[in-house]
């Protein structure tokens, strides 16, 4: 536990003195004041345009702009941040492969589930502060605008975004496990959540994907039961957990050098 | 449109925006190495795309592993 | 006692035979060399006691325990230097020596107190800044420092000199000259002289075997004969007194080289000189270096 704490808090350091922490936390902090801005802007754009396209026959009826919107635009821009997160963080591991920095810690003895503890933790403290950060931003906004009352499931939704983003960011860890290389670690990633993409394409595997928490709209809306997801949710929590336990299985057996 | 209608956006995000650019210039103008490009490359991207992409960029590709 | 013992041990990447059955132990409280050419194994053999990597067969013991593969607990009993150490750059040597103590076990006033001594033993007391803004002797010596930090009974230091300048390379030495009175050091070389400045005793490492080990003296005796060198005044007698014998080189003008002579021959060939009336400028007995043990080896 000790040794625990020790490599953690060496990790906490690394990111606090080399920017990382600051960056993350500013892009959660800027996402968060787009969704509604963007959605503010919206009927003003319109506007905007609305008079060359009148021109050309097409009609724009007057656009009701509401905290809806505003939420449309955080899962639209969520995926965008997560997708700099995995990048910005994609190297977490596989640039103590390859400078080898490793070897000395290990070397003294640390157990090896210990560094990769504590990389799992970083990443899941980072990207639950920043999307409580983008949240809670985002959710002010609408609440000073308009009103967030009418946006059902509203912490569930973001949760169900969270848990997602959670489990691509995990997949991280076992990815660079096996390859080592940032560039085949983050490609491996993309590649599992294209998988799991592909998957939520049919109806009836589609509750086996994590992917399909990225699908929130119609909760949102209430035209659709929170309960639908409550086997996708455990699935995503597993595959998390897999994640976990895959990673320290394969890193104990390693050659490091 | 009402000025006081996009002001609460535009505050924070001009301090934000200010801010990112403030410390990325820093932390480009005290390293001498770079992972990819030079100092030149790095200013005129973090000036160019300061709307946060810039400076992402730069710690992303340009700011050496440590 | 034997710190560390090596058995049968062979290590392969694939069809490629790095380690073929050696064996060998180290006494404690000596300074061990392990001398080889580039990719004869010397880093492979050591990331193996270190349980970095597998042994496909054979075992190693350090302080008596078996060293596994993965999770090792005879980690504990050693230090490593490695060829290049690399450090978490964004640290200051302090707080890299506290992030090693801690993972080792150790306590906070212990870490304290050994951190100051090893920063002093090294050097670099002064050094405050992280680390990113340090020279290659400075990382090499911080190396040392983390290495020792846990009071390792055994040190073990892969090429430590091969990349620092003649002055680095001195410093290096005398730290683990220093130390040797608590620790074992093991350390790998392609630099003879440095071998023949600290160690006690060597191993000659070829072709993933052992070829040569024992104390400095031992290796140097299993040699044959000395080589003899002869100056003479005069050209003409140079070549004349070499034509006498088969084993010879002419190394100049006016002088030969006789390779590989006993004591008695060395008179034998001096009676020889005085028959001839030949006068000389110089007689020379060469002793036998590490480094024509090592050329040896490598032809």
Known sequence: MKQFFAFMKKEIIQHL??????????????????????AKLTPW????????????????????VNALTAWTQYYKNMPIALIIFIIMFGSILTAEYEKGTLIQVITKGMKRWGILASKFFVLFALWSLGSLICCVITWGYSEYFWDNGIVKHLVFTAFCFYLFGLWLITVIIPASVFFRWNGAALLCTGAVFFIAYLVTLFPKVKEFSPACLMNTMDFMTGAADINEYTFAIGITLLCIVLNIILSIFVFNRKAIS | MNISDILPFLIPLILLEFSLLGYTLWHILTHKNYKHGNRTLWIVITIVGMQFIGPILYFIFGKEEA | MDILKIS????????????D???FSVPKHSIFGFIGNN??????????ILGLLKADKGEIFVNEEKVTFGQNCTNQYIGYL???PQFYEFLTPMEYLRLCGEIAGMEKGEIRKKSEQLLELTGLENANKRICGFSRGMKQRLGVAQALLHSPKLLICDEPTSALDPVGRKEILDILLSVKEHTTVIFSTHILSDVERICDRAALLRKGRIDTIGTLEDIRR????????????????????????????????????????????????MGRLYEKHLPICRLERLESTLEDLFLEESE
Do not use: W
């Not at chain 3, 002869?230 to 002419?250: H, N, P, S, T, W």
């Open chain 1, 17 to 38: 003195r080399t920017g990382r922490m600051f960056i993350t936390i500013a892009m959660f902090c800027l996402f968060g004041i787009m969704n509604p801005a963007i």
């Open chain 1, 45 to 64: 754009m319109l506007q905007m345009v609305s008079k060359d396209l009148e021109q050309s026959g097409m009609q724009i009826s007057n656009m009701e």
């Open chain 3, 8 to 19: 049968h041990i062979s290590k392969s990447f694939g069809i490629n035979k790095v380690i």
């Open chain 3, 21 to 23: 059955d050696m064996s």
């Open chain 3, 39 to 48: 990719g004869a194994g010397k880093t492979t053999t050591m990331k193996m």
């Open chain 3, 82 to 84: 490695p060829d290049v």
């Open chain 3, 222 to 269: 299993m040699r044959g004969g000395d080589n003899i060198e002869i100056e003479f005044c005069r050209a003409g007698d140079a070549q004349m007194f070499a034509a006498c014998y088969k084993d010879v080189m002419l190394a100049g003008e006016t002088k030969i080289i006789l390779e590989g002579k006993s004591e008695s021959e060395m008179i034998e060939v």
